[in-house]
């Protein structure tokens, strides 16, 4: 249970609230899982010193603060999320952060460099209308880097399901993506990237993806969303407590083999 959330609606319908005190964790778990593929995107995209750089969804503040080194003095980063509490942190300099619902409310400014979103849109309800936001955000010639997850593509979190204790993590997983659904989440948006760029009158289009079969990260990860989302899954009747408790004791032990859901980059320029 790796999911999302690397910036995101802060609302009380969003399961992985950035209010909870599990939310710090799993950002850094993301950071460490993440950073490298999104940071070399971005690099190939051409990002340089004085580059106008919007960051949707920031949630933590690992991407805005490597995006303001790479853009210098007299470049820009904005940071926008409904639940700014974690980018708080980064403000500053060429920082600025800022409450924002990319799915409901006007882009704050025009004429980005560069727009960015990791993990937010699969959440969003108004997933149109937030990409189209971000795209008409971009200067002529600008670059858009959208980053999501598609769980339904690949389902499991222990792929080498040899024991009980794999079936369970699987099956809790499957109780976890059922929540999702619940409130909206699209578990198949990250596939529909590519399209849904060229649609939105984007040129250029590109799209790969990644994820870990085994990490400590992923064991971080997962920990952390359990106890966050722990609550619900026992009051859904798709988990009870002994077995969460099982559960996050095998993820403690190090015997677990987890992996996350495909994170699927896809950028592209607006002409």
């Known amino acids: 249970m790796n999911h999302p959330a690397s910036g995101s609606p802060g609302d009380s319908s969003y399961l992985l ?3 909870r005190s599990e939310a710090g ?11 490298p593929t999104t940071f070399r995107h971005i690099e190939g995209l051409g990002i340089t010193s004085g580059w106008q750089c919007w960051e949707v969804g920031a949630g933590g503040p690992s991407v805005v603060t490597w995006l303001a080194d790479r853009v210098g003095p007299t470049g820009r980063v904005l940071a926008t ?10 403000a500053g300099g060429v920082i600025e952060v800022l409450r924002h619902d990319v799915g409901r409310d006007e882009p704050p400014v025009s004429g980005f460099d560069f727009v960015h979103a990791r993990l937010v849109l699969v959440h969003v309800a108004d997933r149109e209308r937030a990409l189209h936001a971000m795209v ?3 200067r002529p010639g600008g670059r858009l880097l959208i980053e999501d997850a598609d769980p339904a593509s690949q389902p499991l979190i222990c792929l080498d399901e040899y024991g009980p204790e794999q079936a ?5 997983r499957a109780g976890f993506r059922s929540l999702l659904s619940a409130r909206g989440a699209d578990l198949a948006y990250g596939r529909k990237l590519p399209r849904l760029l060229r649609e939105a009158g984007l040129t250029d289009v590109t799209a790969d993806a990644y ?5 400590a990260a992923c064991d971080v990860l997962e920990a952390a969303t359990v106890r966050q989302v722990r609550d619900r899954l026992v009051a859904a009747g798709l988990a009870t407590d002994e077995e969460i408790d099982r559960h996050l004791a095998s993820v403690a032990s190090g015997r677990l083999d987890l992996t996350t859901s495909p994170m699927i980059s896809a950028w592209g320029r607006r002409p």
């Open 211 to 215: 994820f870990p079969v085994t990490s």
């Open 17 to 19: 609230d950035n209010a």
């Open 136 to 138: 008409g955000a971009l």
């Open 81 to 90: 999320d409904i639940d700014t509490s974690w980018a708080s942190r980064a």
């Open 168 to 172: 369970l993590a699987n099956r809790l």
């Open 25 to 35: 964790i799993r950002f850094d778990a993301l950071s460490e899982l993440f950073d």
